[in-house]
Antibody, heavy 126, light 108 residues
């Protein structure tokens, strides 16, 4: 059974750096095709993709946030870490991590999210 | 780059069929995935690759995708289907995930 859980600060000040950790179980990020993504959702607003890291350490970022983001994986700890610099109140959101599978018939990444963490609300305020 | 357009809201009577669209030029050329999100909960994948259902998703949920529009269809709508629904694609040109703006489904 695949589970994911986000952890990190609930409150950060403007200009600070946010570090969020996704700890997962039930799969390994050394398995071909697998990925873990971060998606955020400001209160009352739509889902907004943030970043994705794949088993082969390929990383993809939302172009509007790319200059502020770093995503890394630690396969020994089954964790994915997202850092976002220069936080602003508009970054206030629930941040989710989610598992991205490979296609059943191949090891090609499927590029959707089939298991999600519960999310963690991050508030940016002084 | 894709911009996925969804109607902000759709209303449907209990037991009827709801259709939620996701529009973009040539969206028929890529797989569309759909998520259901109830208040205070994480999204749940209800369809992937246009019309495939993950384990545990009722057959009442179906999908189609052609031309400029993908559609999530929910048959025999139940009160528990009331939620926000999001479409999502992978833009293989830019290698980015793109979500639609979401549709609030109200069951009357």
């Amino acid at each position: 059974q695949i589970t994911l859980k986000e952890s990190g600060p609930t409150l950060v000040k403007p200009t600070q750096t946010l570090t969020l950790t996704c700890t997962f179980s039930g799969f390994s990020l050394i398995t071909s095709g697998m990925g873990v993504g971060w998606i955020r959702q400001p209160p009352g607003k739509a889902l907004d993709w943030v970043a994705l890291v794949y088993w082969n350490d390929v990383k993809r970022y939302n172009p509007s946030l790319k200059s502020r983001l770093t995503i890394t994986k630690d396969t020994s700890k089954n964790q994915v870490v997202l850092t976002m610099t220069n936080m602003d109140p508009v970054d206030t959101a629930t941040y989710y991590c989610a598992h991205s599978p490979h296609y059943f018939e191949s090891v090609d990444p499927a590029h959707y999210f089939d298991f999600w963490g519960q999310g963690t609300l991050v508030t940016v305020s002084s | 780059s894709y911009v996925l357009t969804q109607p902000p809201s759709v209303s449907v009577a209990l037991g009827q069929t709801a259709r939620i669209t996701c529009g973009e030029d040539n969206i028929g050329g890529t797989g569309v995935h759909w998520y259901q999100q109830k208040p205070g909960q994480a999204p749940v994948l209800v369809l992937f690759d246009d019309s495939d259902r993950p384990s545990g998703i009722p057959e009442r949920f179906s999908g189609s995708n052609s031309g400029n529009k993908a559609t999530l269809t929910i048959s025999r709508v139940e009160a528990g289907d009331e939620a926000d629904y999001y479409c999502q694609v992978w833009d293989s040109v830019s290698d980015h995930v793109i979500f639609g703006g979401g549709t609030k489904l109200t069951v009357l």
